[in-house]
T-cell receptor, first 112, second 114 residues
């Protein structure tokens, strides 16, 4: 069925390195994508979003890339820090309301 | 500005009981959505309310229901609890009713059904 999925369940990186978290989506009609970060005991925290009419969007230390040809979304975190350790979710919005479809999540572990 | 507030943070119930969870959105936000998070199914959309009306609904049985009050606060209710209802229930609010808007999540209510 249609879904938003993640390639890797766990990603381990060295502190200071860059991290790349990937996400595949199957619905070409999706027009809005979001990355959330969830730390233990907390709700998902908004990181960055991108609309389907864009290929790239940058925030503070984070960049989201959207490749509509292969239906792929990625989150790049520059100079990864221990505080970046969390589970990262991609989500898509397929309609005009606020219903989000989430991927399975990737756990990012930052080694000191 | 205060964030999304969910109460209670933890709940323990037994099978067959019913439960009500509460969500206070960010001030000025009129849309409230509910999600269920479990290790097996991940984050799944339950329903969205805007102006006291349910606008979107996910694929959950009728035992799951919700409502929204005139001050945008929302409650969700689960009747005849089952063991599989054990989950983290998350509420999210956003500022506008139409179009796509950033959803801000609360810390959730962890429900354990024994």
């Amino acid at each position: 069925g249609e879904s938003v999925g993640l390639h890797l369940p766990t990603l381990s990186v060295q502190e200071g390195d860059n991290s790349i978290i990937n996400c595949a989506y199957s619905n070409s009609a999706s027009d809005y994508f979001i990355w959330y970060k969830q730390e233990s005991g907390k709700g998902p925290q908004f990181i960055i979003d991108i609309r389907s009419n864009m290929d790239k969007r940058q925030g503070q230390r984070v960049t989201v890339l959207l490749n509509k040809t292969v239906k792929h979304l990625s989150l790049q975190i520059a100079a990864t820090q221990p505080g970046d350790s969390a589970v990262y979710f991609c989500a898509e919005n397929r309609n005009a309301g606020n219903m989000l479809t989430f991927g399975g999540g990737t756990r990012l572990m930052v080694k000191p | 500005k205060a964030g999304v507030t969910q109460t209670p943070r933890y709940l323990i119930k037994t099978r067959g009981q019913q439960v009500t969870l509460s969500c206070s959105p960010i001030s000025g936000h009129r849309s409230v959505s509910w999600y269920q998070q479990t290790p097996g199914q991940g984050l799944q959309f339950l329903f969205e309310y805007f102006s006291e009306t349910q606008r979107n609904k996910g694929n959950f049985p009728g035992r799951f229901s919700g409502r929204q009050f005139s001050n945008s606060r929302s409650e969700m209710n689960v009747s005849t609890l089952e063991l599989g209802d054990s989950a983290l229930y998350l509420c999210a609010s956003s500022s506008e009713g139409r179009g796509v808007n950033i959803q801000y999540f609360g810390a959730g209510t962890r429900l354990s059904v024994l």
